[in-house]
């Protein structure tokens, strides 16, 4: 016989009261986390650089958190997505990397992906 987590219940064992105390701190949970994602006032050198391709381009961007971000460009993106890369505590390098490779810009911060961005990717990884 299975032996029972006294602190999980199925819906079918918690009242309505009960269900909507869960929801809400899932909600609350939910919440926090997507917040993680921005948080106003945080110097770019705290956040990470990172590197998302899809197809034949990739989007170099900074975030405190690299996954969420792709997360939320995923609803617009004409295909998946791939978090290629992301690089601790080197926000403040967006620029300069954008102005590396400003003869591959496709638009804003969607670049052509070549050998050079692999390359400039492993030597910021070489520096983390």
């Known amino acids: 016989m299975e032996k029972k987590n006294p602190y999980v219940k199925n819906a079918?064992?918690?009242?309505?009261?009960?269900?909507a105390n869960e929801i809400g701190h899932?909600?609350?949970?939910?919440a926090y986390i997507k917040s993680v994602g921005n948080?106003?006032?945080?110097?770019?050198?705290?956040k990470?650089?990172?590197?998302?391709?899809?197809?034949?381009?990739?989007?170099?961007?900074?975030?405190?958190?690299?996954?969420?971000r792709r997360n939320?460009?995923?609803?617009?993106?004409?295909?998946?997505?791939?978090?290629?890369?992301?690089?601790?505590?080197?926000g403040h390098r967006e620029n300069e990397c954008h102005k590396q490779?400003?003869?591959l810009r496709l638009y804003g911060e969607w670049f052509q992906l070549t050998e050079e961005v692999y390359d400039l990717i492993k030597e910021l990884k070489a520096e983390e």
């Open 48 to 68: 990470y650089l990172y590197f998302i391709r899809c197809h034949d381009a990739v989007k170099i961007g900074v975030s405190n958190c690299p996954w969420q």
């Open 12 to 19: 079918d064992e918690m009242s309505m009261e009960e269900m």
């Open 39 to 46: 948080i106003p006032g945080q110097p770019h050198s705290e």
């Open 72 to 90: 939320e460009l995923q609803t617009g993106a004409p295909g998946k997505l791939v978090l290629m890369s992301q690089v601790a505590k080197s």
């Open 101 to 103: 490779l400003a003869h």
């Open 26 to 30: 899932l909600s609350g949970v939910r």
